[in-house]
């Protein structure tokens, strides 16, 4: 089992930034990714980045450059640094891992971001 413990969301202003930070714990294997999908009311779950433990990244279409992806020290942690926000970024994040081995996959409880003015 793993547990996922995702913070950093919020209300920003249109053009603002924001970084989300998750941290997974439990019974972590060689294999893994981690990231976020995020969701609105009435849409699907998209994808939004993910790391593999290679330090491959991949990104949502929609990110366009806005946003990265990392896991610079600490282990099984992530960050999302999400910089020139837009009001069609306002979704729930949820933070995902994915064991590739067992292809498995947990997730957050999930953190709003509110982008408005």
């Given amino acids: 089992q793993v547990q996922l413990v995702e913070s950093g969301g919020g209300l920003v202003q249109p053009g603002g930034s924001l970084r989300l930070s998750c941290a997974a714990s439990g019974s972590i294997n060689s294999r893994y990714a981690m990231g976020w999908y995020r969701q609105v009311p009435g849409r699907q779950r998209d ?3 993910t790391i593999f433990n290679t330090g491959g990244t991949n990104y949502g279409d929609f990110v366009k450059d806005r946003f990265t992806i ?3 020290n600490a282990e ?3 960050y999302l640094q999400m910089s020139s926000l837009q009001p069609e970024d ?4 949820y933070c995902t891992y994915y064991d590739v081995i067992l292809r498995q996959q947990y997730w957050g409880q999930g953190t709003q971001v509110t982008v408005s003015s």
């Fill in 70 to 72: 990392s896991r610079p």
């Fill in 47 to 49: 994808l939004v980045a």
């Fill in 90 to 93: 306002t979704a729930v994040y």
């Fill in 76 to 78: 099984n942690t992530v």
